[in-house]
């Protein structure tokens, strides 16, 4: 079985005992193949297929293809890669979802002759009712042309 796609689904955070945990659906080219989640206590993530026969199917394909994302594993062992990827796919859907709650209250930008971090933006917030493309206007009017704004 080749794996074209893995994502995270329903993703839930949560303070556990010795770190952050989590709950997630994994699903596969589509279909809903595991559930995931990490207890929070210091433990190895946990993965529980969905059945017998999906577990036969993505088990080895889905290590396999964790192993093979080697900008994401490093020189981590790969025994560990599939909590390692795990681990990435929860930040970036984490990281999306505090994007998103950020866009509702903020205009995100950079300024052009600035560097930033990664993942780092300027804030500007939104007081008036004013709509994006005016605050934008008004950004690149305080700040020069070349301000990026995040979508």
């Known amino acids: 079985m080749e794996i074209i796609k893995a994502e995270l689904k329903a993703v839930k ?17 589509g279909k809903k193949a595991a559930f995931c989640m990490n207890e929070g206590s210091g433990g190895p993530d946990r993965v529980e297929w969905v059945n017998p026969s999906t577990r036969q199917a993505y088990a080895q394909p889905f290590a396999e293809w964790c192993q093979a994302h080697e900008s994401v594993v490093g020189d981590v062992d790969k025994e560990y890669a599939e909590e390692v990827v795990l681990g990435a796919m929860v930040d970036a859907v984490m990281q999306a979802r505090d994007l998103k709650r950020a866009l509702r209250k903020s205009v995100l930008f950079r300024k052009p002759d600035e560097t930033y971090d990664e993942g780092s933006w300027g804030t500007f917030k939104i007081t008036a009712n004013w709509p994006r493309e005016r605050l934008h206007a008004y950004i690149i009017e305080q700040f020069g042309e070349g301000c990026t704004f995040a979508k």
Not at 13 to 29: H, K, P, Q, W
């Open 13 to 29: 955070t949560f303070r556990g005992m010795d770190g952050v945990g989590y709950n997630a659906n994994l699903y596969i080219n």
